[in-house]
């Protein structure tokens, strides 16, 4: 079914490497999410699975077939654009039914098709309405009713969620995941959103530079990362890096603790530091402080954690939740 | 311009140029208003029915005022319905030309070649000649019927030269206004084309569109509004072609209404007449362009 591989696939634009090879085993029915900082490669290596860039070498194969010189259309995927890409003159209709349409089904097929997606998607009152007298969030539902309708092994998403407002993108978020449990198909989601992230998927691929750093489920990534990279990456707020001599007593070149597990208090602790910032978010409190040799460091704190400025805390890291890396950012596992 | 003294401010300030353009537009169009009444020509061995004598509409017998008559007489002309089936027929044509080739010819620029660059500057030069050194060049260099280049091009291919003033006068003048206003089409039309967004196209071939529907459901669609702009603008200047018929000579078979009103007026001296004809003219051209502009104000609308 919908399985999707790539075989040390490449990309460069003229003299610029952007995907130096990527290796990849999508299994079907799965919801992989590619992240990392912008511009290292997701878009592209979605664009080559969609077949819109063309490999410069190696291989993908998609249901077990090579897939690497076929059209788009041919590959069995949909994609849902970040801007939306719909037909601006078409009515909402249209643009639901224009890939039915091009694979030249019969009219009443494709009406029953339409009148589907359009249901399941709550867009039955606006089927006749053109794009743009819709909101965000019903343009978003368009794209995807226009995803769904030709009934892919494999849907691909380019930042779907990124121009709508919070409240909505927790809806839309929840309605893919709706999605991809009722349909079972195969699910690749391009994302910057830590929480999507984390929430939506089976597996994340973390990229960094176009090199893939790091594919595992959300919370191995969480608690094994790979690379300094992933660590960083990975976890809101971000992990605490520390480096020098309080590194060194750990026979690590860096050590990393997330804030939230780091222990405060009062009286003792392994390091001493000086509350500098308190961001106060009702069920946590993120308290920056200064930790002397170890540097500043964000700890989260349970609650409404009562913080003078300047005033002195203990903190002490929970053994089992250091992270090591040696001197190459390489995770050192025992 | 926030308050209401600097926005009346900002109107005195504007009021002496508003007052001359007005002036420049309205002064021409009341003197043809008013000469399109007189009986005024220059031929007429009576003097005193021309401006230069102010006593003329005091005149006992109103010799001078024609009322009516150059109007009625402009309408009923056979040249009137003859010039002016040749007016429609000329912006007919060249419209459809220049939106259908500017069409393909916007998209052929519009693919990575090399030296497009150079092609796209090359393109829009027909537009910058004159008109009356183009329809020079198409006469004596291209249409030629003995050193033309299409001559020696039908000669090549075995076919008999076309005389083409004088057999296919209409299809001459065609031909050279089209070469005016083809770049013109294009060049609209190719910005058009570029601010396609490339999502959509990419939408489209994730859709497994072929290029003839491609071309149909996605790229039409996008260019009708630079296409009715395109037909509003030329058909403006269409109106007033000129200087292709004076030079070729064709105005037997092609004249159109700007050639009618210059043959009353300079060839026949009758000013009165020819003013007629003129005012005519622009109401024909504003009729004209009041169902365009509703015609584009709907599409602009949609
Ligand atoms: N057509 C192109 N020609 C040359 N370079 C390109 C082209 N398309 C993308 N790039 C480069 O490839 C790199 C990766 O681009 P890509 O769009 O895949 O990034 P991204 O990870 O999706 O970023 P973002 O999160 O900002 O969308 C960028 O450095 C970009 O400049
Ligand atoms: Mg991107």
Same mark, same amino acid.
């Given at each position: 079914m919908g399985t999707i591989s790539l075989i040390k696939a490449r990309k460069a634009f003229g003299d610029a490497v952007i995907i130096p090879g990527a290796d990849l085993d999508i299994k079907d029915g799965e919801f992989v999410v590619f992240v990392g900082?912008?511009?290292?490669?997701k878009s592209t290596l979605l664009r080559m699975i969609a077949g819109l860039e063309d490999l410069t070498s190696g291989a993908i194969h998609i249901d077990g077939k090579d897939?690497?010189?076929?059209?788009p259309s041919k590959r069995g995927l949909s994609m849902v654009f970040q801007s939306y890409a719909?037909?601006?003159?078409?009515?909402v209709r249209g643009n639901i039914s224009f890939g039915l349409k091009m694979a030249g089904l019969p009219k009443a097929e494709i009406d029953a098709k339409v009148a589907k997606a359009a249901s399941t998607l709550n867009l039955t009152e606006y089927?006749? %309405?053109?794009? %743009?007298?819709?909101s965000g969030g019903q343009r978003q539902r368009v794209a995807i009713g226009r995803a769904i309708?030709?009934?892919?092994?494999g849907f691909l998403f380019d930042?779907?969620?990124?121009?709508?407002d919070a409240a909505l993108r927790v809806n839309m978020r929840l309605e893919i995941m709706q999605m991809h449990k009722d349909l079972g198909a195969t699910m690749i989601y391009v994302t910057h959103d830590q929480v999507e992230a984390m929430t939506m998927a089976d597996r994340i691929v973390v990229l960094n530079r176009g090199v893939i750093e790091q594919v595992g489920s959300p919370l191995e990534l969480y608690n094994r990362p790979d690379s300094l990279f992933v660590a960083g990456f990975i976890g809101s707020p971000k992990m605490n890096l520390i480096q020098g001599s309080e590194a060194k007593k750990f026979d690590a070149t860096t050590i990393g603790i997330r804030p939230e597990h780091l222990a405060i208090s009062?009286?003792?602790?392994?390091w001493t530091a000086k509350i500098r910032l308190a961001e106060h978010l009702g069920a946590d409190t993120f308290l920056h402080v200064?930790?002397?040799?170890?540097?500043m460091m964000t700890v989260r704190a349970e609650g409404e954690y009562d913080a003078t400025a300047d005033a002195k805390i203990f903190l002490t890291p929970e053994p089992s939740r250091i992270h090591r890396f040696d001197k190459d950012g390489k995770a050192i596992r025992k | 311009m926030a308050t209401q003294q600097t926005r009346a401010l900002g109107k005195l300030a504007v009021s002496p140029s508003v007052f001359a353009l007005f002036m420049w537009m309205i002064v021409p169009l009341a003197m043809t208003i008013y000469f399109s009444f007189l009986r005024y020509?220059?031929? /007429?061995?009576?003097?005193?029915?021309?401006?230069?004598?102010?006593g003329a509409l005091l005149d006992a017998e109103n010799r001078c005022l024609a009322g009516i008559t150059n109007y009625s007489y402009f309408l009923t002309d056979p040249a009137f319905f003859k010039a002016m089936g040749n007016s429609l027929k000329l912006v007919g044509w060249v419209l459809a030309i220049s939106v259908v080739g500017g069409t393909l010819l916007a998209l052929l620029l519009d693919q990575a070649f090399y030296g497009r660059g150079f092609v796209r500057i090359m393109m829009i030069a027909p537009f910058l000649v004159m008109p009356t050194v183009s329809a020079l060049v198409w006469k004596?260099?291209?249409?030629?019927?003995?050193?033309?280049f299409l001559a020696y091009l039908f000669k090549l291919v075995g076919l008999q030269p076309i005389d083409w003033f004088a057999h296919a006068p209409m299809t001459a003048v065609v031909l050279m206004v089209a070469w005016q206003w083809v770049p013109f089409a294009t060049l609209i039309l190719l910005t058009s084309l570029q601010s396609l967004d490339e999502e959509q196209k990419e939408a489209a071939e994730m859709d497994g569109t072929p290029p003839l529907s491609y071309f149909w459901y996605i790229v039409l669609p996008h260019l009708i509004r630079p296409m009715t702009v395109v037909i509003l603008i030329e058909t403006i200047f269409l109106l007033n072609v000129f200087a292709e018929i004076y030079v070729t000579g064709t $105005?037997?078979? $092609?004249?159109n209404l700007p050639f009618l009103v210059y043959q009353y007026g300079?060839?026949?001296? /009758?000013i009165g007449g020819a003013s007629a004809g003129g005012i005519i003219a622009v109401i024909l051209a504003n009729i004209v362009a009041f169902f365009l502009m509703r015609m584009i104000g709907k599409n602009l609308d949609a």
């Open positions: 900082p912008s511009g290292c490669g897939m690497t010189n076929e059209a719909l037909y601006p003159h078409m009515s089927l006749d %309405r053109k794009p %743009r007298q819709l309708v030709r009934n892919p092994e930042e779907p969620l990124s121009n709508l009062e009286k003792a602790g392994t200064d930790a002397g040799p170890c540097g | 020509n220059l031929l /007429d061995p009576n003097p005193i029915c021309s401006l230069l004598s102010p004596n260099m291209m249409m030629n019927p003995v050193s033309g $105005a037997g078979r $092609a004249g300079l060839i026949a001296n /009758d």
